[in-house]
Antibody, heavy 121, light 107 residues
Framework: EVQLVESGGDLVKPGTSLRLSCAAS????????MSWVRQAPGRGLEWVGRIKRKTDGGTADYATPVKGRFTISRDDSQNTLFLQLNSLKTEDTAVYYC????????????WGQGTLVTVSS | DIQMTQSPSSLSASIGDKVTITCRAS??????LNWYQHKPGKAPKLLIY???SLQSGVPSRFTGSASGTDFTLTISSLQPEDFATYYC?????????FGGGTQVEIK
């Protein structure tokens, strides 16, 4: 069974940094493309970014609002996905979901339960 | 970025009703269109990918269709567990973008 468990969400002040983790199990993590999606309070879903598997280059792409501030990385030896959030803004307040990401039709087929990041002074 | 315009933003329907949700892309996206269901406090769930392919385990009352840049999610007979918010998503090009969502409520 595919399991994705996010952690690291917290209450932080604007301008600070935070790192989220996603522990994956039930599939071959190193073969998977992965992504992050967020939902701000009272808002819809928003794609944050994705990272390819290393055999496809291991590169990441990002949504416009987070480009240059957020970094997605992975540790295949630990079956863990990361999201580094820098220069946080109040509008980054959201539940952050980790997802598997099909590399054929590019959909998020499995989702974690999410971790809440609150950015407030 | 590709814009996805979803309508309606909300609807009220009864058990057994046929429900239709539409999504329009701002440019051609071929069949790279996905539909998700999201219930409060739960992880979103993939329903349909590639515009009309049913994800494994999803009931057959959910169908997806496409016509040019217009996409439709249809629930043939609404069930109690279907009350949720539905989102379309284009996966034709990065950044991937979602529609604004359609909240399906009980009439």
């Amino acid at each position: 069974e595919v399991q994705l468990v996010e952690s690291g969400g917290d209450l932080v002040k604007p301008g600070t940094s935070l790192r989220l983790s996603c522990a994956a199990s039930g599939f071959t993590f190193s073969s998977a493309w992965m992504s992050w999606v967020r939902q701000a309070p009272g808002r819809g879903l928003e794609w944050v970014g994705r990272i390819k598997r290393k055999t496809d280059g291991g590169t990441a792409d990002y949504a416009t609002p987070v480009k240059g501030r957020f970094t997605i990385s992975r540790d295949d030896s630990q079956n863990t996905l990361f999201l580094q959030l820098n220069s946080l803004k109040t509008e980054d307040t959201a539940v952050y979901y980790c997802t598997t990401y099909s590399n054929t039709w590019y959909m998020s087929d499995y989702w974690g339960q999410g971790t809440l990041v609150t950015v407030s002074s | 970025d590709i814009q996805m315009t979803q309508s309606p933003s909300s609807l009220s329907a009864s058990i057994g009703d046929k429900v239709t949700i539409t999504c329009r892309a701002s440019q051609g996206i071929s069949s790279f269109l996905n539909w998700y269901q999201h219930k409060p406090g739960k992880a979103p769930k993939l329903l349909i990918y590639a515009a009309s392919s049913l994800q494994s385990g999803v009931p057959s009352r959910f169908t997806g269709s496409a016509s040019g840049t217009d996409f439709t999610l249809t629930i043939s007979s609404l069930q109690p567990e279907d009350f949720a918010t539905y989102y379309c998503q284009q996966s034709f090009s990065t950044p991937l973008t979602f529609g604004g969502g359609t909240q399906v409520e009980i009439k």
